[in-house]
């Protein structure tokens, strides 16, 4: 877990395994999957549907940019440092005075016709088996 902060701040990254057998790629991709399981970002991410979440910050960020610091405690807080990494962008930033302009429906409908304006970020795995020959590093 020595770099799970790195990772967690990712909104998308790859991991490529390289040995010279395959007989542990299934097992470095299952410890890959529980690595990614336990970055707090990702319990976040799927503890909501992404609309929800994209609502979620919505309600924070507009609360921290009226200075309406009683309703933010340190927990509130942390989320919205999280949920600034996942919706960072200029279509986030149209959305949030979509938001604060019309309100959520607006917003929800338009989420609706266009659903990959909410994803998350990506994770890929992936392996590469290398020719080994013993002669190679001399």
Same mark, same amino acid.
């Given at each position: ?29 299952? =410890?890959?999957?529980? /690595?990614? %399981? ?7 991410? !799927?503890? &909501?549907?992404?609309?929800? #979440? +994209?609502?979620?910050?919505?309600? =924070?960020?507009?609360? /921290?940019? %009226? ?7 340190? !927990?509130? &807080?942390?989320?919205?440092? #999280? +949920? ?55």
């Amino acid at each position: 877990m020595q770099y799970a902060q790195l990772f967690d701040h990712l909104k998308t990254f790859r991991v490529v395994y390289v040995a010279t057998k395959d007989n542990r790629f299934s097992w470095a991709e299952r =410890l890959f999957r529980r /690595f990614v %399981r336990a970055l707090p970002s990702y319990q976040a991410a !799927s503890a &909501l549907p992404s609309n929800d #979440r +994209l609502l979620v910050y919505f309600q =924070l960020e507009d609360a /921290f940019r %009226r200075k309406d610091f009683a309703s933010l405690d340190m !927990s509130k &807080l942390d989320e919205l440092k #999280r +949920l600034r990494i996942e919706f960072s962008g200029v279509q986030t930033e149209r959305l949030l005075k979509v938001w604060q302009e019309a309100g959520k429906d607006d917003v929800l409908g338009y989420l609706n016709q266009n659903p990959k304006n909410t994803s998350s970020g990506e994770v890929h795995f992936s392996t590469c088996r290398l020719a080994w020959k013993k002669d190679a590093l001399r």
